[in-house]
């Protein structure tokens, strides 16, 4: 049923597009004039267009929210890390301090009185 919708709603969004395009300019927008015709002409098929226009604008919210809904209920419960099957390391687990090989001690700098070179030698 989702699958139905969905494809619904993708021909709906295409024919959408498509009426919106086909539709005259009045000439207000972007600041680009609409030509010289008078105000009488093509105003039949522009409410015709108008009316498909929020048909098909009504439809399109219709199936978003339906499309909403499916999704709301498929989702509803579960948790991304019960969807991979993996399940979390326990709280009390700690992953161990990083360490660059060779060097002892850690990352720290040596302390003053240590005469130690800060990069173990390659010999």
Known sequence: MENVVLIIHLLL?????AVVLMQRSE??????????????????????????????????IITSMTLTIFAAQNASGTSVIDRLGVTPPPASETAPEPTVPGLSGGLLPPAEGDNAPLVPSAD
Do not use: E, S
């Open 13 to 17: 969004a295409l024919g959408l597009i």
């Open 27 to 60: 000439g207000g927008g972007l600041g680009m004039g609409g030509g010289g015709g008078g105000a009488m002409t093509g105003r039949a098929a522009a409410t015709a267009l108008g009316k498909l226009t929020w048909i098909l604008a009504i439809a399109f």
